[in-house]
């Protein structure tokens, strides 16, 4: 995507927290969910407008990044840089690299200044990222249950409702034994665990148990620092592993794939910056003949929106963690996304992100609002 754009002539920006209940608690290895505290990022600039959605978590359990101190960086740190003159969202990263860290604040404006700019251009996610489909396949993501019957219903409700690929959250005392049952009933499902950074080295002979399942890959097994033990891993499984909380950024990208820790890569925007540099790593990942897919964070539908677009790339070889809008919330803060029966949703093609926001959906759901205007 070439830096040929005008710069954004940003008048205000809203900073809108939201809370947004979840049809169903949501467990991992690093804590349970039962709603969504969102930050959204809403750019008012003349006769165009942008949205972009922080996915940091409303606890530093996922990463360090948290929804509170999210809205505290980008009002203290982030936006004086931004406002203090005009650019483009190509040129965010950089005004911002002086603030270390922070890559989900920073990727959620850089989400709202390009859905402004694209707006104005009367352009896509999909045309600006270099989408090459119009819709893509959808996965699921199974949370850890509470029995294993429990797992085997909810996995035949999410069969039935048509998604194509089932992912099983693991945890120690909670992965040989659900995936043997999900096996067992469902048959050569298309299926992946996800463990969440919630084993050790020392774990790598048990992890070797899932081998004889045939899973597509597991996810992040290890804690995101230790790449190193990654590749160690990789030589004792045989069942593919795909990093996913390690990769923070193209660089980092490319040093995992030369080490051999991973084989496949989860490329999530808010994780590795914004969506200009999930691309970067989505190209870098080609090159290298490395397979990806688009990982989830519970987003709302501005969220939601955006990764159908990247998920269009033509790396993204495997189905995503992309659902439907009724997989997580009753009522959305867009029209909603829906399943269709071959397993696939819709990419947006409208201007920006594709979608139009429900702007009445989310003052009923807003804590706080907050104005910030340049100068």
Request: overall charge negative; hydrophobic content about 45%.
């Given at each position: 995507m070439e830096n040929v754009a005008a710069p954004v002539a940003v008048e205000a920006v809203e900073l809108i927290r939201i809370h947004l209940p979840l049809v169903a608690p949501f467990r991992t290895s690093f804590g349970t969910e039962t709603r969504r505290d969102v930050l959204l990022v809403h750019v008012l600039a003349g006769d165009t407008e942008g949205w972009g959605e922080c996915v940091a978590m409303q606890?530093?359990?996922?990463?360090?990044?948290y929804v509170a101190a999210a809205q505290r960086v980008v009002m203290d740190h982030l936006l004086p840089r931004l406002l203090a003159e005009p650019v483009t969202a190509q040129q965010v990263a950089r005004v911002l690299e002086p603030v270390r860290g922070h890559r989900m604040a920073k990727a959620a404006l850089e989400a709202a200044w390009l859905d402004a700019q694209l707006r104005r251009e009367n352009r896509s996610f999909a045309?600006?990222?270099?989408?090459?489909?119009?819709?893509?396949?959808?996965?699921?993501?199974?949370?850890?249950?509470?029995?294993?019957p429990e797992l085997l219903d909810a996995v035949a409700g999410y069969r039935e409702q048509g998604y194509v690929r089932i992912k099983l959250k693991i945890e120690p005392g909670?992965?040989?034994?659900?995936?043997?049952?999900?096996?067992?009933?469902?048959?050569?499902?298309?299926?992946?665990?996800?463990?969440?950074?919630?084993?050790?080295?020392?774990?790598?002979?048990?992890?070797?148990?899932?081998?004889?399942?045939?899973?597509?890959?597991?996810?992040?097994?290890?804690?995101?620092?230790?790449?190193?033990?990654?590749?160690?891993?990789?030589?004792?499984?045989?069942?593919?592993?795909?990093?996913?909380?390690?990769i923070v950024s193209a660089v980092v990208a490319a040093e995992a794939i030369e080490m051999q820790a991973c084989s496949i890569v989860n490329i999530k925007p808010g994780r590795a910056g914004g969506y200009l540099e999930a691309t970067r790593i989505h190209d870098l990942c080609v090159d290298r003949g490395v397979a990806v897919w688009c990982g989830g964070m519970l987003e709302t539908g501005i969220g939601r929106a955006a990764n159908l677009a990247l998920a269009a790339l033509p790396g993204f070889t495997l189905p995503g963690d992309t659902s439907a809008s009724d997989r997580y919330f009753r009522e959305d803060v867009t029209a909603p996304f829906v399943l269709a029966r071959d397993g696939t949703?819709?990419?947006?093609?409208?201007?920006?992100?594709?979608?139009?926001?429900?702007?009445?959906?989310?003052?009923?759901l807003a804590t706080s609002t907050e104005t910030v205007r340049p100068g």
């Open positions: 606890e530093p359990l996922y990463s360090s990044e045309q600006a990222l270099g989408a090459v489909r119009d819709r893509v396949p959808s996965g699921v993501s199974v949370g850890i249950m509470a029995s294993i909670w992965d040989v034994e659900p995936v043997r049952a999900v096996r067992e009933r469902f048959g050569d499902i298309p299926l992946q665990v996800d463990a969440n950074t919630a084993y050790t080295l020392d774990d790598a002979q048990h992890l070797a148990r899932l081998d004889e399942f045939g899973l597509l890959l597991i996810e992040q097994p290890l804690p995101e620092e230790q790449v190193l033990a990654h590749a160690k891993l990789a030589r004792t499984v045989r069942t593919p592993i795909c990093l996913d909380e390690s949703i819709a990419v947006p093609t409208g201007a920006g992100i594709g979608v139009e926001v429900r702007r009445d959906v989310i003052d009923g």
